[in-house]
């Protein structure tokens, strides 16, 4: 029996296998607590990178470590072959750099059924889960926004005309639909994946592994691809601003409703589609949504921290709200965050 070695495991690293001479002892295989590889699917200038960028922020958010890697593929998909996967083939295994990641994703076209066994042989072979994330839009508008915003921009395009750009960026987009194979219900059944129609409209999910796929799926569902505009906008001024008070629940002075009225006049002249508004639950907030003619919802957090009474004078003249907040203290905290 042999005795018992120095231990010279890696703390950081989350699972642990058995080595010979340098290399892994035994094949890697999948385990409980085994990292995540998240790989992009689809087209050029179908929103694969602005989703990449989000979901990689959001998981070091929710305290999953992860990177992202892009691999800038070639002009021509048949260029693109060598090497399938760029920089994660450029070892055997996970190595030293990976030690403290829990997911990394991948972000390029990923169009081919070939391909994509490639990389869920990679992860297989390597401890990895693997979930595929496949954006599709058949939207020309979409498409062409896109475009003008994102791909015209790159390094490619530098100094050139942007019809030029434009054309040439459309041909790129024909070369990969020539080999295009979207992910499919019924080849790539055995396979963890998301597909997301056109920005949003619609959704497939298949066979979620774990907790860290299903918050991706949850996330990936709630997020806009597309740009859009939040205006911010405090109330109109209120009866007790006049005596130089913040907090409590007064209406709107004379000026504020002014205010409400110039503030109306502004957002019809955007000409928004689709407005949604959303107030707090407070009188002044709410006379000033309303002058807008359009529906809104009150939100509670929204809500302004009472000011008027200190905190010396809460234990004396609101003992319940005292012992109220001590309960609810981490619960609001959590709510205010999960909003």
Same mark, same amino acid.
């Given at each position: 029996m042999a005795s018992p070695r120095e231990l010279t495991q890696n703390p950081l690293k989350k699972i642990w296998m058995p080595y010979s001479n340098g290399r892994p002892a035994l094949h890697a295989f999948c385990m409980t607590n085994c990292p995540t590889l998240i790989v992009m699917v689809g087209l050029p200038a179908r929103g694969k990178t602005y989703i990449s960028k989000k979901l990689t922020r959001y998981l070091n958010w929710i305290g999953v470590p992860t990177?992202?890697?892009?691999?800038q593929e070639s002009r021509s998909p048949e260029m693109s072959v060598l090497p399938p996967l760029g920089g994660l083939l450029l070892s055997p295994g996970p190595g030293p750099e990976l030690t403290s990641i829990w997911s990394q994703v991948f972000d390029a076209t990923n169009t081919t059924r070939e391909?994509?066994?490639?990389?869920?042989n990679f992860g297989e072979q390597n401890g990895y889960k693997?979930?595929?994330?496949?954006?599709?839009?058949? !939207?020309?508008?979409?498409?062409?926004? @896109?475009?003008? /915003?994102? $791909? =015209?921009?790159?390094? !490619?395009?530098? @100094?050139r005309d942007s019809d030029e750009a434009t054309e040439d960026f459309m041909r790129r987009i024909d070369c990969y639909e020539n080999s295009y194979e979207s992910l499919d219900e019924d080849l790539d059944r055995d396979l963890s994946y998301i597909k997301i129609m056109d920005v949003g409209q619609s959704y497939v999910v298949n066979r979620v592994a774990d907790h860290i796929q299903s918050r991706i799926v949850y996330y990936l569902m709630n997020i806009h691809v597309t740009p859009r505009s939040i205006y911010l906008c405090r109330?109109?001024?209120?009866? =007790? @601003?006049?005596k130089g008070r913040i907090g409590g629940a007064p209406g709107l002075s004379p000026r504020g409703r002014e205010f409400a009225k110039s503030l109306a /006049?502004?957002?019809s002249d955007q000409n928004i589609k689709d407005l949604k508004v959303w107030t707090s639950q407070m009188k002044r907030t709410i006379q000033t949504a309303e002058a807008l003619g359009v529906p809104y919802e009150h939100? $509670?957090?929204?809500n302004e921290i009472d000011a008027v009474v200190t905190l010396p004078a809460c234990p004396a003249h609101?003992?319940?709200?005292?012992?109220?907040t001590r309960k609810n203290l981490l619960l609001n905290l959590l709510h205010c965050f999960c909003i």
């Amino acid at each position: 029996m042999a005795s018992p070695r120095e231990l010279t495991q890696n703390p950081l690293k989350k699972i642990w296998m058995p080595y010979s001479n340098g290399r892994p002892a035994l094949h890697a295989f999948c385990m409980t607590n085994c990292p995540t590889l998240i790989v992009m699917v689809g087209l050029p200038a179908r929103g694969k990178t602005y989703i990449s960028k989000k979901l990689t922020r959001y998981l070091n958010w929710i305290g999953v470590p992860t990177r992202g890697e892009f691999w800038q593929e070639s002009r021509s998909p048949e260029m693109s072959v060598l090497p399938p996967l760029g920089g994660l083939l450029l070892s055997p295994g996970p190595g030293p750099e990976l030690t403290s990641i829990w997911s990394q994703v991948f972000d390029a076209t990923n169009t081919t059924r070939e391909r994509r066994a490639t990389i869920f042989n990679f992860g297989e072979q390597n401890g990895y889960k693997t979930f595929f994330v496949e954006s599709i839009c058949v !939207d020309p508008e979409v498409i062409a926004a @896109n475009i003008v /915003q994102v $791909k =015209l921009g790159s390094p !490619d395009y530098v @100094n050139r005309d942007s019809d030029e750009a434009t054309e040439d960026f459309m041909r790129r987009i024909d070369c990969y639909e020539n080999s295009y194979e979207s992910l499919d219900e019924d080849l790539d059944r055995d396979l963890s994946y998301i597909k997301i129609m056109d920005v949003g409209q619609s959704y497939v999910v298949n066979r979620v592994a774990d907790h860290i796929q299903s918050r991706i799926v949850y996330y990936l569902m709630n997020i806009h691809v597309t740009p859009r505009s939040i205006y911010l906008c405090r109330h109109g001024e209120s009866e =007790l @601003n006049l005596k130089g008070r913040i907090g409590g629940a007064p209406g709107l002075s004379p000026r504020g409703r002014e205010f409400a009225k110039s503030l109306a /006049q502004f957002i019809s002249d955007q000409n928004i589609k689709d407005l949604k508004v959303w107030t707090s639950q407070m009188k002044r907030t709410i006379q000033t949504a309303e002058a807008l003619g359009v529906p809104y919802e009150h939100w $509670k957090v929204l809500n302004e921290i009472d000011a008027v009474v200190t905190l010396p004078a809460c234990p004396a003249h609101l003992p319940g709200a005292v012992l109220m907040t001590r309960k609810n203290l981490l619960l609001n905290l959590l709510h205010c965050f999960c909003i």
